[in-house]
């Protein structure tokens, strides 16, 4: 897949004009009257030899000219980070810099005043930082405001002649604000504006480099190749010459697995209803992420061009932590969505049949714990399908046990569970499978039965990330198939060669029977749309879902707070997505995953079916009666 950079060469060709037209009006009048060189600038350029007692006064810099950071895009081509031109006034001080520092100030004040008029706003620019620009730069223009605005512009663009310039710069762009904003992440500065003597190829104005999300991850692919900007002094150190001599080369742009519609969708029903959480949605065909939602987000555009100390002490003291990307970088406990791994072990090891009945009871003593049933009914004996079905906690207690741990925590690796999906983004959580040897280290025993009950109901110390869960339940939608997970398909330069492609692998094919694939999925086509199913506020009229509500606890006693999750794939007979969704619950709220978490995804997926009328089979999807909210898992 390529996609024609035509955004960034017309920014490219709108820098270039504007520099040319910087350069252009550049030069104030001289104070001091000159003869007419007898020769050409550019002759003159090239047949300067400074002698020992000239040399500070006739000579070339070379500067560097930054070049516009590559793009970043969706699966589509439609922009997630670009950037644009923006115009900095600043003022030209005349040479040869013969002026005293009284001078110096009082030329600059005027200059500053003048400007603050026509601008419309007060500019404030100390003494001492004249002085120092004058000093070491001054045959540089000397910034006094950044990014004009429209009207700024036109206002100011024309007095050259009053030795005021508009100098044309590269700021970076998130034309979605928010959106994907966790995922793209944001650019810093890499230093301060320059006020030293001037060296050779030091840059224009400070490049910016990736901070956070795939700015970071990607920074050398974006960051393009520097041009070359070249001033020549005569040996009265009169600028006798300045030209771009070669032209910036943007950075690669990088095309995304992400669908952005179905971000925006994501973090819509996010932001409607959830206070914090996540939602991802893949392919689970490829492995590719489509959407990967964290709430709250933040708009990476507050960094642009910089943010305020205030600002992001405000960021970072938010209690609802928008700075943290949960899809991937937060893990909690899954509740009862890991009763899919759970049955797979069981029916795999043939601990299990799928006819076996087991006794869905309130509640079972387990050595001397009493571990109880989310229903506070009997509800008699059931299988497999059933027991999914309602979430029998009590008869997964029993299946568990005498699966036992080890194949459980086999299964569940083998789906992903415990191990880092591979993103590239930093810092993402690898979660948690609680083995014998973790049990020592952390608890100073092994599993026991408690918790192997524990476990087999996503509670106790296993840790899942959003990701993880929406990956899992790709492997089952697509028949056991576990593919490498991919957010970035390619990196491509602006004349649309692939510099580097991250190719759709398969990692791994599990080991599964059609007759457990068949009973899963019956299963969890029963949770959304069956008689006694936890997730029915998941349906949709036009496509049938198969999902696995949960609800978790985690934190210290004092401060518990819940996880509530719904997580499944559709359209159930031929999977196109799998998601996952979770939900946290503040402190001491009851919230479950059937009527906050499943209701997100059915947000997000009535806008994307909202076309289709009948199902694949072009039958109405079947229905059944809804289960009271409050024996949602």
Request: aromatic share 8%.
């Amino acid at each position: 897949m390529k996609f024609i950079s035509r955004h960034l060469r017309f920014l490219l060709a709108t820098f270039l004009i504007a520099t040319a037209q910087t350069i252009s009006m550049a030069q104030p009048p001289s104070p001091i009257p000159t003869a007419t060189p007898s020769s050409s600038p550019t002759i003159e350029e090239e047949t300067i030899v400074p002698t020992f007692e000239t040399q500070k006064l006739a000579r070339t810099y070379v500067l560097d000219v930054p070049a516009p950071r590559g793009e970043i895009v969706d699966r589509y081509g439609a922009p997630l980070a670009q950037n644009k031109v923006v115009y900095n006034l600043a003022i030209n001080f005349p040479t040869p810099l013969d002026f005293s520092d009284a001078l110096a100030v009082k030329f600059a004040r005027e200059k500053i005043e003048q400007a603050s008029k026509i601008v419309g706003r007060q500019i404030r620019i100390s003494d001492d930082a004249i002085l120092k620009h004058y000093r070491n730069r001054g045959v540089l223009p000397f910034e006094i405001a950044q990014n004009l605005s429209g009207d700024e512009y036109d206002a100011v663009k024309d007095r050259s002649k009053d030795a005021l310039v508009v100098r044309p710069v590269y700021i970076r762009t998130y034309p979605n604000g928010k959106v994907a904003g966790q995922i793209i992440g944001y650019t810093g500065k890499t230093g301060r504006n320059l006020d030293g003597i001037i060296d050779n190829h030091e840059t224009l104005w400070p490049e910016t480099e990736g901070r956070e999300g795939l700015e970071q991850t990607f920074n050398a692919a974006l960051t393009g190749k520097h041009g070359e900007y070249k001033l020549t002094f005569d040996k009265d150190g009169r600028k006798t010459s300045e030209r771009l001599i070669s032209t910036p080369v943007p950075g690669g742009t990088i095309v995304t697995t992400l669908d952005l519609r179905l971000q925006e969708l994501a973090e819509k029903a996010l932001a409607a209803k959830a206070k914090r959480g996540a939602l991802v949605i893949v392919d689970p065909n490829s492995g590719d992420i489509l959407a990967m939602a964290s709430w709250p987000s933040y708009n990476p555009n507050v960094f642009i061009p910089s943010i305020s100390a205030d600002k992001f002490k405000a960021l970072q003291d938010d209690p609802d932590i928008p700075l943290l990307p949960r899809a991937f970088r937060s893990s909690y406990p899954p509740g009862s969505t890991f009763k899919v791994a759970v049955g797979l072990a069981a029916l795999e090891s043939g601990t299990v049949r799928p006819e076996d009945l087991y006794q869905c009871v309130p509640s079972i003593e387990i050595g001397n714990l009493t571990f109880h049933n989310w229903k506070k009914s009997d509800r008699g004996e059931l299988n497999f399908i059933q027991a999914m079905t309602e979430s029998c906690d009590t008869w997964f207690y029993q299946v568990g046990i005498k699966t036992g741990a080890q194949p459980i925590i086999d299964w569940a690796l083998q789906l992903g569970f415990g191990a880092k999906c591979g993103v590239p983004l930093r810092g993402e959580a690898e979660g948690r499978m609680p083995n014998d040897d973790y049990m020592k280290a952390t608890h100073g025993r092994k599993l026991l039965n408690g918790d192997i009950a524990n476990l087999s109901i996503g509670q106790g110390d296993t840790e899942v990330t959003p990701l993880q869960m929406a990956e899992t339940m790709a492997v089952i939608a697509n028949g056991g198939t576990v593919f490498q997970t991919r957010l970035v398909q390619q990196v491509q330069s602006l004349d649309n060669k692939i510099v580097s492609a991250y190719q759709v692998r398969a990692k791994r094919t599990l080991d599964i029977s059609p007759n457990t694939l068949d009973q899963l999925h019956t299963a969890l086509v029963d949770v959304v749309n069956g008689a006694g199913g936890t997730a029915h506020e998941a349906e949709l009229d036009n496509v049938e879902v198969a999902g696995k509500t949960g609800t978790a606890q985690w934190g210290p006693k004092n401060k518990e707070r819940t996880a509530a999750w719904f997580a499944g794939y559709l359209p159930a007979e031929k999977p196109e997505y799998a998601f996952a969704a979770v939900y946290e619950g503040d402190v001491g709220s009851k919230v479950h995953g059937g009527t906050v978490a499943a209701p997100r995804i059915a947000d997000v997926f009535k806008e994307v079916y909202r076309a289709r009328q009948t199902n694949r089979r072009g039958e109405p999807v079947r229905r059944a009666p809804a289960v009271e909210e409050d024996q949602s898992d």
